[in-house]
């Protein structure tokens, strides 16, 4: 297995060694555990259930918990624990989404979907998410009640998704759905840290707030990416999102602004650009537009308001690096 590439270190972030270095060991232990929790005595279950641990990913929320962990003992087992908790969870909504988005392709491999079908890929999800919460369980009942609060957040915001705005306004919308899929988990992530490394109720509570909102933003800047980035930086093809008619955050800008070239707004208004010159054409205007302004400075609005939930949080390095980490998901679609 891998961690990604999105370690603190690799992030070039100003942090102090001491954090770095205890963080970077929690993600191992984490990764190793993974490996673990993955298994089954069924081989084509452990198979498919090892298929997108195995390709690695950016591993966001486990850094979350990791973090949070920094402001009490970081080094108690159930740290662990509780990362495969959240980590296992994000894995089995991957599953699901692939077979309701009919991916073929996640973190540069076949999609489970594609591998092995359907009933298989949706089957591997409902027992990582099993997984999950059995080690919740593990860890008495309020990581319990949290993972599955959690998960009903995750389920809401993918019935919205699947639903659309239905007469709301589509950005507020959007913006809804990001907070459930994403922010929730995240969210859950750093309160874990917080809660399992014996951290003060005002500091977990704060690291909550942190999550959710640091999740936002960053799922945000991810969308950009597909956009802004040259290359596989986000995870995806560039372009991805277009390609398929996935209408993220500045393509509804684009076709919300009254300065959106014309041009820009047939494409966009057109579905799903799969021509080749088609697409090529709608991404070069909308990298260009005024619409990708505004959606990086929505990144950049999300990302002070995740700083601003630090406040109460106790000063020190751990503090710092979470508010260093503010500076690189508003900067990295820049």
């Known amino acids: 297995m891998s961690t990604g590439d999105l370690t603190l270190t690799a992030l070039g972030l100003d942090i102090d060694p001491a954090v770095d270095a205890s963080v970077t060991a929690l993600l191992a232990a984490v990764e190793e555990a993974l490996r673990t929790n993955v298994a ?4 084509l279950v452990a198979e498919a259930a090892r298929h997108l641990a195995d390709a690695g990913g950016k591993r966001f929320r486990p850094i979350l918990v990791a973090l949070g962990a920094q402001f009490g ?16 969870t994000h894995l089995a909504t991957l599953y699901h989404d692939d077979v309701m988005d009919e991916a073929l392709v996640r973190r540069g491999s076949p999609s489970a979907n594609s591998r092995w079908g359907n009933s298989v890929a949706i089957l591997v999800g409902d027992y990582l998410f099993a997984r ?10 309020e990581a319990v009640h949290l993972q599955a609060r959690t998960f009903a957040r995750l389920v809401h915001g993918q019935i919205a998704e699947t639903a659309g705005p239905r007469g709301t306004d589509p950005i507020e919308h ?9 922010g929730s988990l995240i969210a859950t992530s750093a309160h874990f840290g917080g809660l399992f490394s014996g951290a003060e109720a005002k500091d977990v509570q704060a690291l909550a707030a942190y999550g959710e909102t640091i999740g936002i933003a960053f799922q945000l800047s991810d969308d950009l990416l597909d956009i802004s980035s040259e290359s596989v930086e ?29 041009r820009l707004r047939e494409l966009l208004s057109a579905g799903p650009l799969t021509d080749d010159e088609l697409h090529a054409e709608a991404l070069t205007l ?4 005024a619409a990708m302004k505004r959606a990086r400075e929505t990144v950049r609005m999300y990302a002070e308001q995740a700083r ?27």
């Open 308 to 334: 601003a939930e630090l406040a109460p949080l106790p000063d020190g390095e751990a503090k710092r690096a979470m508010d260093a980490l503010c500076d690189f998901i508003a900067d990295r679609t820049s």
């Open 73 to 88: 003992d970081p080094e108690l087992p159930e740290i662990i624990a509780a990362a495969n908790v959240v980590e296992l």
């Open 132 to 141: 999950a919460a059995d080690i919740a369980a593990s860890l008495g009942p």
């Open 40 to 43: 089954s005595a069924d081989p």
């Open 174 to 182: 959007y913006l809804h759905v990001i907070m459930e899929k994403t």
């Open 286 to 289: 909308l990298r260009e537009s």
């Open 234 to 262: 986000s995870g995806k093809t560039p372009g991805t999102d277009l390609r398929e008619g996935v209408p993220t955050l500045p393509v509804l800008y684009a076709l919300d602004g009254d300065d959106t070239d014309p």
